[in-house]
């Protein structure tokens, strides 16, 4: 089944530590977003590429950089982790040339900081 | 400022009950999508809505586009345990350059006891 894939599922890293997470798909999508969410509240859009274009959301923090190498992997680094950094971060994809921008989203990767 | 927001935040409600969400903005939307997320887990996509007035039905669930296009309600019909979840509205804007940005309401956050 085409998929939006995120590794790992969870993950702990240290207060200053870089991390880095991982999304995937097979839906041969070629937007690709990056959101943080936390307790409940609603994803927070961090970036998106349109193709190879990268977009950054204007109050994303300079901590916060991606990497999309090709259409099928995206990657989020945390370059100095603070506590404030703690949540759950979402990959999501969506097809541009549809009616919509229907969402995709991966299972999410839950980062703790400690 | 929130462009999109979601009423109620939390609601709780006994097995069998009806319920409504809403879902209101300022702005015009080319169309509103509808997710539902379990805890631990990334939103799965319920409905697009996407003509003013249009009525979609998913089983007990029940989706309306305001006539304006500028808000939309869920209605779900004899709620069930599995029903509880973050329930998220996202309307679509069309910006220049043609780029769509997707825009996530405030969220609400049923629980349904059995």
């Known amino acids: 089944d085409a998929m939006v894939i995120q590794n790992p599922r969870y993950q702990v890293t240290q207060f200053g530590k870089p991390v880095t997470l991982s999304c995937s798909q097979t839906?041969?999508?070629?937007?690709m977003y990056w959101y943080q969410q936390k307790s409940s509240q609603a994803p927070k859009l961090l970036f998106h590429?349109?193709?190879?274009?990268?977009?950054n959301e204007a109050d994303t923090p300079d901590n916060f950089q991606s990497r999309r190498p090709n259409t099928s992997f995206c990657f989020l680094d945390i370059r100095s982790p603070g506590l404030g950094d703690a949540a759950m971060y979402l990959c999501?994809?969506?097809?541009?040339?549809?009616?919509?921008?229907?969402?995709?989203f991966g299972p999410g990767t839950r980062l703790t900081v400690t | 400022t929130q462009l999109l927001e979601q009423s109620p935040q939390f609601l709780s409600i006994q097995e069998g009950e009806n319920l409504t969400v809403y879902c209101n903005s300022s702005?015009?939307?080319?169309?509103l999508q509808w997710y539902r997320q379990e805890p631990g887990e990334g939103p799965v996509l319920l409905v697009t809505?996407?003509?003013?007035?249009e009525v979609k039905k998913l089983k007990r669930l029940t989706f309306q586009f305001g006539d304006a296009r500028k808000d939309s309600s869920l209605h779900i019909t004899a709620a069930q345990p599995g029903d509880t979840g973050l329930y998220l509205c996202?309307?679509?804007?069309?910006?220049?350059?043609?780029?769509?940005?997707?825009?996530f309401g405030t969220g609400t956050k049923l629980q349904v006891i059995p």
């Open positions: 999501a994809t969506s097809r541009e040339g549809g009616f919509t921008y229907e969402q995709y």
């Open positions: 839906l041969n999508h070629n937007v």
């Open positions: 590429y349109y193709d190879k274009d990268f977009n």
């Open positions: 702005s015009v939307f080319s169309s």
């Open positions: 809505v996407v003509t003013g007035g």
């Open positions: 996202a309307g679509e804007l069309r910006v220049s350059g043609g780029y769509q940005k997707v825009t």
